[in-house]
């Protein structure tokens, strides 16, 4: 399955280098990159986003509450926010949304592992 | 005449220089974490060029009055300096989270600089070392040395005389809501480790990104 992955964060070296991780892996899905949670949620309105990776220290409004709004539209998407505050109040709220928490700087084996696990949510979700 | 931020690190350097940042005192805020039992707050870092006396302006402006802080020198590849400030009536209420319940008004009173020092070890150190090794430097780290006074009191410290007048100022503040605590990590560059700063940025891009950008030195 080719997916269309949509990538947020506020810095345009963390798009890149998630970009970059991506494309190693799957060199055939499409990319999509908002700069904030506001540009997100009119990217997933007007294109039909299968997988979102975002950040949570974003200005105006953080990851957690994208993933709150991303929820309202697709309740079963798969997305990971990717920061390196792993505080317990943030993790376990990335997961109470039915998220996934990434540790930052992303490796190339983490996303991996996540993404395999995406594409097996969204084949079952699909069949 | 200030030479305008993009002339000593274009738009992706300053970028990559705050996600480092960024990076950094998320890590040092999860240690902090840990320590107090608290969320700790953070804010996305602001990143400017501003003269030594703008710094003192713009801590001034926060209007806390008197200011407590834990001041660290690192020094290596660059060289700068790392601070974490609170006001002054804050402190006692970051050393009570530091130290635990229970303890007598004195007791906090006579704990204040050793915790103060060692949340600033903490936060200070965590956050460089992050950098660093990001990097792929090492950087010497003075140990913390904890200083009261107002914004201008903070900054009047010595710097050598090539350094200059300006700095690079970055600036990200903190709150453990739960406990009323707020601060702000500052950390301060001259002009002389800027550049020092844009070859190890554009190494760490090429790492990062995969996109190679001339050095510094290959710009015609």
Same mark, same amino acid.
């Given at each position: 399955?080719?997916?269309?992955?949509?990538?947020?964060?506020?810095?345009?070296?963390?798009?890149?280098?998630?970009?970059?991780?991506?494309?190693?892996?799957?060199?055939?899905?499409?990319?999509?990159?908002?700069?904030?949670?506001?540009?997100?949620?009119?990217?997933?309105?007007?294109?039909?986003?299968?997988?979102?990776?975002?950040?949570?220290?974003?200005?105006?409004?953080?990851?957690?509450?994208?993933?709150?709004?991303?929820?309202?539209?697709?309740?079963?998407?798969?997305?990971?926010?990717?920061?390196?505050?792993?505080?317990?109040?943030?993790?376990?709220?990335?997961?109470?949304?039915?998220?996934?928490?990434?540790?930052?700087?992303?490796?190339?084996?983490?996303?991996?592992?996540?993404?395999?696990?995406?594409?097996?949510?969204?084949?079952?979700?699909?069949? | 005449?200030?030479?305008?931020?993009?002339?000593?690190?274009? /738009? +992706? *350097?300053?970028? &990559?220089?705050? @996600?480092?940042? %960024? =990076?950094?005192?998320?890590?040092?805020?999860?240690?902090?974490?840990?320590?107090?039992?608290?969320?700790?707050?953070?804010?996305?870092?602001?990143?400017?060029?501003?003269?030594?006396?703008?710094?003192?302006?713009?801590?001034?402006?926060?209007?806390?009055?008197?200011?407590?802080?834990?001041?660290?020198?690192?020094?290596?590849?660059?060289?700068?300096?790392?601070?974490?400030?609170?006001?002054?009536?804050?402190?006692?209420?970051?050393?009570?989270?530091?130290?635990?319940?229970?303890?007598?008004?004195?007791?906090?009173? /006579? +704990? *204040?600089?050793? &915790?103060?020092? @060692?949340?600033? %070890? =903490?936060?200070?150190?965590?956050?460089?070392?992050?950098?660093?090794?990001?990097?792929?430097?090492?950087?010497?780290?003075?140990?913390?040395?904890?200083?009261?006074?107002?914004?201008?009191?903070?900054?009047?410290?010595?710097?050598?005389?090539?350094?200059?007048?300006?700095?690079?100022?970055?600036?990200?503040?903190?709150?453990?809501?739960?406990?009323?605590?707020?601060?702000?990590?500052?950390?301060?560059?001259?002009?002389?480790?800027?550049?020092?700063?844009?070859?190890?940025?554009?190494?760490?891009?090429?790492?990062?990104?995969?996109?190679?950008?001339?050095?510094?030195?290959?710009?015609?």
């Amino acid at each position: 399955m080719v997916y269309k992955v949509l990538i947020v964060d506020d810095s345009k070296l963390a798009r890149m280098a998630i970009a970059k991780a991506l494309s190693a892996l799957y060199p055939d899905w499409t990319r999509l990159e908002a700069s904030d949670a506001d540009g997100a949620l009119e990217v997933v309105k007007r294109t039909a986003v299968d997988i979102t990776l975002l950040d949570f220290n974003m200005p105006h409004r953080d990851g957690l509450s994208l993933v709150a709004d991303l929820r309202k539209l697709h309740p079963t998407m798969p997305v990971a926010v990717i920061s390196a505050n792993h505080q317990d109040e943030i993790v376990s709220r990335t997961q109470s949304l039915g998220a996934v928490f990434l540790p930052k700087p992303l490796t190339e084996k983490v996303l991996a592992e996540f993404l395999t696990s995406a594409d097996r949510q969204l084949k079952v979700s699909r069949s | 005449m200030i030479p305008p931020v993009p002339q000593i690190l274009d /738009e +992706l *350097e300053l970028d &990559a220089f705050g @996600e480092l940042v %960024n =990076i950094g005192v998320s890590k040092s805020a999860a240690s902090l974490r840990e320590m107090i039992g608290e969320q700790v707050h953070l804010s996305v870092p602001t990143l400017s060029l501003v003269s030594r006396h703008q710094a003192i302006e713009m801590l001034n402006q926060e209007g806390h009055g008197n200011l407590i802080a834990v001041h660290q020198v690192f020094e290596g590849d660059i060289t700068g300096r790392a601070i974490l400030i609170f006001p002054e009536a804050k402190s006692l209420e970051l050393v009570r989270a530091v130290a635990g319940g229970g303890l007598s008004l004195e007791d906090i009173v /006579e +704990l *204040e600089h050793e &915790a103060l020092a @060692e949340t600033g %070890n =903490i936060i200070l150190n965590g956050c460089l070392s992050t950098i660093a090794n990001l990097l792929q430097r090492s950087f010497k780290m003075s140990l913390p040395e904890i200083l009261r006074g107002s914004g201008s009191d903070l900054f009047e410290m010595e710097s050598s005389p090539e350094a200059g007048e300006h700095v690079l100022f970055l600036y990200i503040n903190f709150a453990v809501r739960q406990r009323d605590i707020l601060g702000y990590i500052v950390m301060l560059m001259d002009l002389p480790s800027i550049a020092a700063l844009k070859v190890l940025l554009v190494e760490f891009i090429e790492r990062t990104t995969g996109v190679k950008a001339p050095r510094p030195d290959e710009i015609p």
